[in-house]
């Protein structure tokens, strides 16, 4: 694979990690039930962040205090709003790419048809890493390593590939084969007008050294080899001096066709231009074909909603560093949770987040996460976690609480994608794409069940009940939903490629 860790995977967040994330939450619970009713939340967070990070600029206390007051409020609207449209019989599919065409004020149609495009592959990526890490998984319990770019590195070096063939109008795909056996291929080459294809391996690690130790692990004969463009000399030279054979380059190309070559730290930051590399000359995406777009950027969401109701890691950990604890019921935590008025719990709850995050507590989301971003973790962990207590009340179906689940989902993707307007997406679209996939499921899970204790130990027991048998369904129902949801993907993919090369052959190309 791209990406393979030598060292012993570990734990999304450990249990002293968490309970370090508890001790938090109580304290700033406390705090903000003491505070002035005077003071708005904004102000409180501001006075927050102050104290506990005191490394932070005054500028940037009051920008965070904002972004995540506006994150809170902007979620609670889009969730209002794709909650009214299911009323109406408005799939959430169809509120998001009516949501997505209001954040695109100000583009033209092909600049929101490419970043429309780039959304999708992320976050179809994260749907892999989220179907793999669960097939993988017998109890919805999954593991980590610290690197989490694998998948999106084939993908990007494959697209590259394919659209470098659209610009010359050849007939050659390349397929990103997701197999995890071992020696198994990751990317493969084939010309269908030939019927030839062609085998590749990618290795990136930390760095040469840690590539050539990847390589010597497996078998990969009949296999070309695709490494980190400044690794290559120092790669090539070893098995070189060993008398191998081995082909090996930093990018495919295949019967005249050459794809990009990416560094190790491209491939890790998942920036922009890595994703959208060669569609150069400008595209002309047809309205039809943004909306059709849009809407698979809805059912991503809504799969990757499924999956993440799938992932018990959050709640596991939770419960474990509750148990034997005996928690006495937070009236504000009680109200919020069977009341939905939330607000002022959706706030501690980000603070913390935002405190842990930036201290490092928890490590798996980079520090340099938007507050904003943070803020909609939060906000999915507490609405999930009020759908799993009206499941254990009887109150709600696992049926209908799954398709709540994916409600908020889609209005967390609606509202981040909203953050910033017109050209400015593309920009924002990269802050959120590491805490997405399992980072979201672990992360908001663990929110809403910690939350959830703080309304007391029954309260918690239940939600953490409700939690298993929500995800024994839902992992089923994702399956199913992900392999649609495939199929469809490459159905989406193969009508921008055939836009591609009629607007290159336009050009000359």
Partial sequence: MAEEMITKKKEYLTESEARSVKELFKKYLKLYKEKDPETSDKEWLEQLFRTELPEMTEEEIKKDAEDVVEAIKTFDENLASCNEAAKK????????ADKLQEASVGMSVNEYGKVLQQMDDVLYAKNMELADALSRSADGHIMMSPNLDGNIAENMIAKTTELSASLQGKNISVEVLESHAANSVDVRAINHETGQYQNYQLKFGKDAKATIQLLERGNYNNQRIVVPSEQLEEVRAYFKEKGS??????????????GKSFTKEEMKALQERAQSEGIAPEIDYSHYQTKDLAMSIGKNAGVMALQAAAVTTGLNVATKIFQGEKVDEDELVEIAIKTGADTSIKTVTAGTLQVAI??????????????????????VGIENVKILAKIASGDLSVTKGLDQMGRVTTSMVGGLCGMA??????????????????????????????????AGSKVGDKIYSAGKKVAGAAKTVAKTAWNGIKSAGRAVSSGIKKAVGKVASFFGF
């Fill in 89 to 96: 019989g408005i799939s959430k599919e169809n509120w998001l």
């Fill in 245 to 258: 054979s081995k082909t090996i380059t930093d990018h495919i190309e295949a019967w005249g066709v050459e």
């Fill in 358 to 379: 930036r201290k490092g507590i928890i490590k798996f989301i980079p520090k340099a996460t938007p507050a904003g971003v943070i803020a909609n973790i939060a906000c």
């Fill in 421 to 454: 307007k017109g050209a400015a997406i593309g920009a924002s679209m990269t802050a959120w794409v590491p805490v997405i996939g399992p980072g979201l499921a672990v992360a908001s899970g663990f929110a809403g069940g910690m939350v959830g204790y703080f």
